[in-house]
């Protein structure tokens, strides 16, 4: 006879049930309701994704993706589009805050193979909908800025990321480590007791567990 068993890792929950077909639907939405509930809870708990950057999120998949036929090479540039320089790019192919209207995003999104960009016989890996939704959120919410590689721009202290549970922060880098966790869904752990800290070290340092003073 087979089982259907079923191990949830996170909620250490585990059905095991025998294969009749009533039971299965039971699982069945007992894991659906499971799985909604794990989504809705970590919708609720994330915080919001970060601004898109150009250098950091979007110019390295136009290099990979797109200079070969619209960058730098007169010689090698196809439809006279080049897009590694934004007044090029916005005369031709981006709509600064509409994404819908723009080219590049029409291209990049079209289901029909003689439109879609990459061209698929160039043999270069289509856009991720994860790629995509970056595109959608920088020509949109970023007004398709250019920004200079980070090592030749000027140093300046940017606005700590913010965060939900203030309480937890105890120094300026603290906040980095929160958003993300809090991003993820994730709390940090709890602050280390000192034997604990004693016992690392002494682990760290000699390799063995330390000993009663
Ligand atoms: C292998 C070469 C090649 C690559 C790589 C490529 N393209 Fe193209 N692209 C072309 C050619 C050829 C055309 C002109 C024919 C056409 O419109 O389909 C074109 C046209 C376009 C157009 C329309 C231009 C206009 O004037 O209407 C856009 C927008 C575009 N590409 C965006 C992109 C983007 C964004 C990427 C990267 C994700 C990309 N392309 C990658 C070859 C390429």
């Known amino acids: 006879m087979s089982c259907l068993s079923v191990v949830l890792p996170e909620t250490h929950v585990a059905f095991n049930l025998a294969s009749s077909k009533v039971s299965t639907e039971v699982a069945t939405l007992v894991l659906l309701a499971l799985l909604a509930a794990l989504r809705w809870s970590s919708t609720l708990l994330a915080a919001p994704e970060p601004a898109v950057d150009f ?3 979007i110019r390295p998949i136009l290099s ?4 070969t036929c619209h960058g730098p ?3 090698a540039r196809k439809a006279k589009l080049r897009l ?3 007044a090029e790019a916005i005369k031709k192919a981006i709509v600064p805050g509409d994404a819908a209207k723009s080219r590049l995003f029409q291209r990049i999104t079209s289901q029909d193979q003689d439109e879609v960009m990459p061209p698929p016989e160039s043999k270069k890996q289509p ?3 994860e790629q995509i939704a970056l595109f959608k959120r ?3 919410e970023d007004q398709a800025a250019y920004t200079e590689h980070w090592s030749f721009q000027r140093l300046v202290r940017p606005p700590l990321p ?3 549970a203030k309480a937890w922060v105890q120094n300026p880098i603290d906040p980095y ?3 993300r966790l809090e991003r993820e869904g994730l709390a940090p752990s709890l602050e280390a007791d000192k034997a604990t800290l004693l016992r690392r070290v002494s682990y760290d340092l000699t390799g063995l567990p330390p000993t009663p003073a």
Request: negative net charge; aromatic residues 8%.
């Open 84 to 86: 590694d320089v934004r």
């Open 177 to 179: 480590i929160l958003a």
């Open 64 to 67: 990979d993706r797109c200079f």
């Open 162 to 164: 913010p965060v939900r």
């Open 73 to 75: 090479d007169e010689q």
């Open 127 to 129: 856009l991720t909908p």
């Open 55 to 57: 250098s950091r999120d």
């Open 138 to 140: 920088w020509i949109n």
